[in-house]
């Protein structure tokens, strides 16, 4: 360690509140709040002290957290700037202490103490690779057992590397046959087809539960490579189920809400390769379930559209993604006119990567599967997986603060006259 380091030594962070450091108090409620968590004050106020350290480490040195008591004093809303000052009040050879406070623009939110420890990275690193071996190891013999054992509930989901999604709990077993769903497995390669077709597969409070027993048996079975998504009928999906949203009440659409963003987010997580098959209309939740998707063909036949605003509401999900696809300009002009546009339009705006006739989507998406199953496994998943990462944290939670706006809207009367006027297949009449 290099010299200098004594008691009152300070180090500063500022963080302003995204959507990867929140958590929505009171979901369930017409009223809730979106509020600077907990755990991200920790982290904020570790991350100071680490700040105030690494002048003072040589090369080899790095620090590690080892204890650490957070105070919560006060809470702050999502995107506001928020600053932690870290003070060293105790130095015992390689421990050093830390006195740290929190604030955000107003007043003080939190404050703490916090140990940590000075290591040597060529000491630490090695004996991290032997564990992490051992579990990889562990996971290979536990898997190789039989399917659905009791014991395998908590076994680390490393699969030599590629992240299963934490919140969904895998599946080995085989998929039990789902209401809205057919599963057809070919090897790798697994087909999807929304299967509501007399509702032009709009999404409902079954098929999202559908899609999350699906998500989860894909999480059990890794070696599944490919998912191609397609619709049955004339339509690829219409969107959420309207005439369903009208008889839910506000806690349940929220609930409802934050599913469906979490099932389709689980699909940049998933090691599969998600292709979606796009054979006709693609609104709302139908756009947002084919742009979660890795690749996206459409029949010439297909429109895409966001036409929630139309419906008295903005969309409840899937906003930032649209975004990193389609840029901020095209993201305002689908979202704020509720436009349709044909397959031809949204492979000049980015959001399909190719147009084929209406008899050649299935085989233009199959040849596809075909081309990357020709691709290094690993590699393909983690290259995958990096893409994905490198858009950050943040975006992947901002449906948090989509689905709020979209509840606030629902309860107004506004949204009653757009699903009345859906409904009696009327234009809606808004104030």
Request: aromatic share 6%.
């Amino acid at each position: 360690m290099k010299p200098g380091l004594t008691v009152g030594t300070t180090g500063t962070l500022d963080l302003t509140v995204g959507g990867s450091d929140v958590i929505h108090i009171g979901a369930s409620q017409p009223n809730s709040a979106i509020v600077f968590s907990t755990p991200s004050m920790i982290n904020l106020m570790e991350h100071a002290a680490r700040a105030a350290l690494r002048s003072y480490l040589d090369d080899s040195e790095e620090s590690v957290g080892v204890n650490v008591v957070v105070e919560h004093l006060s809470a702050t809303p999502l995107n506001a700037v928020v600053r932690a000052e870290a003070r060293v009040t105790a130095i015992e050879g390689r421990l050093v202490d830390f006195e740290i406070a929190a604030f955000d623009e107003l007043e003080q939110i939190g404050r703490g103490t916090h140990r940590r420890a000075i290591i040597q990275v060529e000491r630490f690193v090695p004996k991290l690779i032997e564990k992490t071996s051992k579990l990889n190891d562990f996971v290979v013999a536990a898997s190789s057992r039989s399917n659905g054992e009791k014991h395998l509930k908590n076994t680390p989901e490393l699969n030599r590397g590629v992240v299963v999604p934490s919140f969904v709990e895998p599946n080995r077993a085989e998929l039990s046959p789902l209401t809205t769903l057919l599963v057809e497995r070919d090897g790798p390669i697994v087909t999807v087809t929304l299967n509501r077709p007399t509702k032009l597969n709009a999404v409902d409070r079954q098929m999202t539960t559908d899609f999350e027993q699906l998500n989860s048996w894909l999480a059990g079975h890794p070696e599944i490579r490919i998912v191609i998504l397609t619709g049955s009928g004339e339509a690829f999906c219409a969107g959420d189920d309207v005439k369903e949203v009208g008889t839910l009440d506000l806690a349940e659409a929220t609930r409802l809400s934050h599913r469906q963003a979490s099932l389709y987010l689980t699909w940049e997580r998933l090691p599969q390769i998600f292709i979606a098959a796009v054979n006709g209309v693609a609104f709302g939740a139908g756009c947002v379930c084919a742009y979660s998707c890795d690749f996206r063909i459409a029949a010439h036949s297909a429109r895409f559209a966001m036409p929630e605003v139309k419906l008295g509401w903005p969309p409840g999900y899937g906003l930032a993604q649209l975004i990193a696809l389609i840029g901020k300009a095209r993201a305002l002009e689908l979202c704020l006119t509720g436009k349709q546009i044909t397959a031809q339009q949204a492979q000049q705006y980015g959001l399909v990567h190719d147009v084929v006739p209406q008899t050649r989507v299935i085989s233009a998406a199959c040849e596809l599967a075909e081309q990357l199953l020709k691709q290094p496994t690993e590699a393909l998943r983690l290259t995958k997986q990096l893409i994905h990462a490198d858009e950050g944290t943040q975006s992947k939670q901002a449906f948090l603060a989509d689905t709020a706006a979209y509840i606030r809207c629902l309860g107004h009367k506004d949204a009653q006259e757009g699903i009345a006027a859906f409904n009696e297949k009327r234009p809606p009449k808004f104030r």
